[in-house]
């Protein structure tokens, strides 16, 4: 990796922080469960194994093969996966110019795209660790009706990525479906070296090996110089506040900056502390809210780290290791995502699985606004006079994010009106990335929610309820868990999404 940028001026390498961060690399290589103290020990023994996949995953290579040659004839591929498991292939898919439709979503509009493809020719990777993740478990469902509807074998058309000895690995290999296992002792955020990076994204062709020979390469090059590792981790530890801003404008890893987000995310923030990343479009727009920069590519950001895919991957999670040890957390864990997963289910109980009539405060034309304003322009103003000093807004969007895209350039809006750093996320998938630091993270989030009506939906087959229901049950179970918190809150709902968008977009340009 190739360290560039203004920042590096700031290092400095004879602080007792700097030999801090050596001694946890050392023992960061050496599988040191105790790096992060005694809370974190137990967790730590059994989510190491990712220090060794660039050379470990090698042995995976066989089976891979194997396994796409029986599914050479299937030209398109979906992947159903959450966090980690989605998150690394696509980052795969758009470096390589491959194509894979990411299916990381319970909106009924999103799933019709990935439902509606020619299913002949559809192969379909499961990936999930233990098959009780509830958007991938409902995924599979859809498609495993789709393909019978369709006169097609599911057995023919699915492929799972699980662990070993998994609830679900015992299911479907007893009913005969494909299956490859992954290394049960690598977290999900850690994974995208393992069979749930590699297997979706050699089905649509990507070069799996040399993402391998590139990760290997540059874990050589940090074991023998780790100056380059070293200077990162310090920069984003005693440089960085809570805020870094991440841009692959102009750099050939396109979507990286996703990956990275939810990684450190998830990682860093609990017990009150972390660091927050934040997906940006470009340098400039990066340094809106006064974040710490990082780009991939070019001039201009406070740090640029320019390297191939495969070494972004292993370098960024040895540095997600090394910010642990030095803020004192268990980058391990996830404390807080089971909150929103219990809020959920306690919805979908509280439903009796239809979605209730739910009041706003007002409406105007196509917004029913949740919070205080008595206008869409009033409400946003209010919000954004509400955000804490020091604090960032997180955009959290139940919508397509491929029909719906336009909303995303709200982010970059709120950031420049407001002065805060600001997030985007996607609904539900940031629940497993940045879902993690709204409520472990430091208490300074403002929180909007965009949620909208949808055009169809899907029965869950086994399920008592639909998937415009889950996708809502989500939305309003995570609004509960926040509004726990007395955080700032507020939500607008889309009766028509495309002018809603329009109308939201338009009375933010003109705070």
């Known amino acids: ?141 859809l498609f495993q009706a789709a393909f019978t509807a369709a006169g097609l074998n599911p057995i023919e058309h699915i492929l799972f990525v699980t662990d070993p000895g998994s609830p679900l690995d015992s299911e479907v290999r007893d009913a005969g479906y494909n299956v490859i296992n992954a290394d049960p002792h690598v977290g999900g955020r850690f994974s995208v070296l393992s069979a749930f990076g590699l297997t979706p994204t050699a089905l649509a062709g990507a070069p799996i090996e040399q993402l391998l020979h590139d ?75 006064g974040a710490f920069t990082v780009a991939y590519a070019g001039t201009g950001a406070d740090l640029v780290v320019e390297g191939s895919l495969g070494a972004h991957f292993i370098f960024w999670e040895w540095v997600t290791a090394l910010i642990g040890a030095a803020i004192k957390i268990d980058p391990f864990n996830q404390p807080n995502v089971t909150e929103a997963k219990e809020q959920t289910a306690a919805c979908l109980a509280e439903w009796n699985n239809v979605v209730p009539a739910l009041t706003p405060a007002c409406t105007e034309k196509s917004v029913e606004i949740f919070g205080d304003g008595q206008s869409l322009k009033d409400a946003l103003a209010t919000f954004i006079e509400d955000v804490k000093d020091g604090g960032y807004i997180a955009i959290m969007a139940y919508l397509d994010r491929r029909d719906d895209v336009k909303i995303a350039e709200l982010r970059a809006i709120l950031a420049e009106k407001s002065g805060h750093p600001t997030s985007f996320g996607w609904g539900p998938r940031f629940m497993h990335s940045t879902g993690q630091f709204h409520k472990g993270g430091q208490k300074n989030g403002s929180f909007l929610q965009i949620t909208g009506e949808t055009s169809i939906d899907y029965e869950i087959p086994g399920r008592s309820y639909s998937l415009r229901t889950l996708l809502f049950a989500q939305a309003i179970g995570d609004n509960r868990a926040l509004a726990t918190r007395k955080y700032p809150l507020l939500r607008l709902h889309l009766q028509n999404r495309s002018a809603g968008i329009d109308e939201i977009l338009a009375a933010a340009r003109s705070l």
């Open 215 to 289: 990760a290997q390469n540059e874990k050589s090059e940090f074991l023998a110089h780790p100056q380059t590792i070293l200077d990162t981790a310090y920069l984003l530890v005693a440089r960085a506040s809570q805020y870094i801003a991440f841009t692959d404008a102009g750099s050939s890893v396109p979507g990286l900056s996703d990956w990275i987000e939810q990684l450190i995310a998830e990682s860093t923030g609990k017990d009150g502390i972390g660091r927050l990343p934040i997906a940006s479009e470009d340098i400039a727009r990066a340094r809106l809210g």
């Open 1 to 141: 990796m190739k360290l560039s940028g203004p920042s590096l001026a700031r290092v400095d390498r004879t602080s007792p922080r700097y030999a801090y961060l050596r001694e946890v690399h050392q023992r960061v290589a050496a599988k040191d469960s105790t790096t992060w103290g005694p809370a974190a020990q137990a967790e730590a023994a059994i989510r190491l194994n990712w220090v060794d996949l660039p050379e470990a995953s090698v042995a995976l290579l066989p089976r891979i093969t194997e396994v796409a040659a029986q599914f050479k004839d299937k030209t398109r591929v979906v992947l159903c996966g959450m966090g980690g498991s989605s998150l690394g292939p696509e980052v795969i898919a758009l470096t390589y110019k491959k194509e894979i439709f990411i299916f990381d979503s319970t909106d009924p509009d999103y799933a019709q795209h990935a439902l509606s493809g020619d299913l002949k020719c559809t192969v379909v990777v499961v990936s999930s660790k233990s098959g009780s993740t509830i958007e991938t478990s409902a995924q599979r469902s």
